[in-house]
């Protein structure tokens, strides 16, 4: 029996579909104005991990996922600069440009993290017609009003307004900085639809003139379409519970006069070096510049199975140091399965497989699955165990089928590394340490120039001499 936790009721449910035939389930996607970081990816890693336990018991799929390439506008208020535009003037390309190229360059993080890509991933774009309806409807069912600069939302019609956040909202409210916007009814209402000022570039034809659609339309618009009036489950991170998620049941709500969606789940933040992941502090990842540094995608991956997506998980480079070496062990000793000849007893790998669905099942508890697959692997060595290791990772997502032994220890090291060499090695680990990338390549280019070659490793560095 699956069991998930969900946000609207506040507790642990047992899952039943709409629909036995299929599952239905909305995920809010990314903003394609910029890289999306490693903090994002988290979420995007549990909405896969959930896809994959509905998948494993037995259920067939239909989830969408929203590529946002209308610039929305800052954070979650209505005003402010678009950010689509902003980036666009930046880089002096099209929003069409800065969206295609984003949105390119997400798929290829999401395909390098396994994260496998939901049956219908819905542009903005492609669907304002669709919003543009669902306004309409809106204000003819007298939820909508206009002012001088776009079509809002009146909360004080939706009695309901506030049930996903419950003691979230009181909070966001005390803390919120409500911007100033006289014609508005409610300081919660939002907007559905702007008013284009002559120079916004993103702007379309409709019955209130040209502009541009609010954001949480958007998500609104696009799973009623695709998804109809009542569907199973909706995803995104905390963050949006209480103002983007609980937008979404005003409108949906108003507009099916009905529950629109049954089960609310939410991932908790990725945090860095115990604080806020922000562009000003640095912090803000890349899978690939993980990469560049010597974390392969999968280990990011397997960085994110040791939280529960409930849990605030923190990103530190000790950590991540931790789980490639954790990673890289759980690959040799499944090599040394797959090479047996042995079996093992069916009553053991019955246990083991039980057990691993009894975790996954009770709310998605991935890092005790995790363990489990640990304590599997001291078992002796067999095949049927790495079968068993690679059918659990149906839900995992760690390409364990690529098991492989431990990286041969480099003998080709010389013991006579000069000590300026060593030096200049041991300041470039601090510059890394310091997130001081421009001073780390420097480093290396200076050992480089000496001619010695420098090699990141699981441990740290190599040094050797160049051979050209
Ligand atoms: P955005 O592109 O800003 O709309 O964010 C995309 C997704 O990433 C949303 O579901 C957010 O809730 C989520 N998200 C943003 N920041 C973080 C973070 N630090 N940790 C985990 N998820 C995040
Ligand atoms: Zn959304």
Partial sequence: MLKLYNTLTRRKEEFKPVSEKQVTMYSCGPTV???AHIGNMRTYVFMDILRRVLKLNGYKLKSVM????VGHLLADSDDGEDKMELAAREQQKSPYEIADFYTKVFMEDIAALNIGKPEVIAKATEHISDMIKYVQKLAELGYAYETSDGIYYD???FPGYGKLSGARLDQQIIGARVEINPEKRNPQDFALWKKAEPNHIMQWQSPWGMGYPGWHIECSAMSIKYLGKLFDIHTGGVDHIPI???NEIAQNEAMTGKKSVNFW???EFMQVDGGKMSKSLKNTYTVAQLKDMGYEPMVFRYFCLQAHYRKTLNFTFE????????YERLLSVLYKHKTSNKTTPKEILDKYRAD???KVNDDLNIPLAVGGLFTMIKEDYSKDIYNLAVEMDKVFGLSLEKARPLAEEDNTQHADIPAAITALAEARTEAKRNKDWAKADAIRNEINAAGYELIDTKQGYELRERKN
Avoid: P, R, W
């Fill in 33 to 35: 104005y910029g890289f």
């Fill in 66 to 69: 929203n590529i946002t390439d």
């Fill in 319 to 326: 950590g991540m140091d931790a789980c490639k070496k954790a």
């Fill in 155 to 157: 909360v004080s019609k």
């Fill in 356 to 358: 691993f669905q009894d």
């Fill in 244 to 246: 983007h998620h609980e």
């Fill in 265 to 267: 789940l939410h991932g």
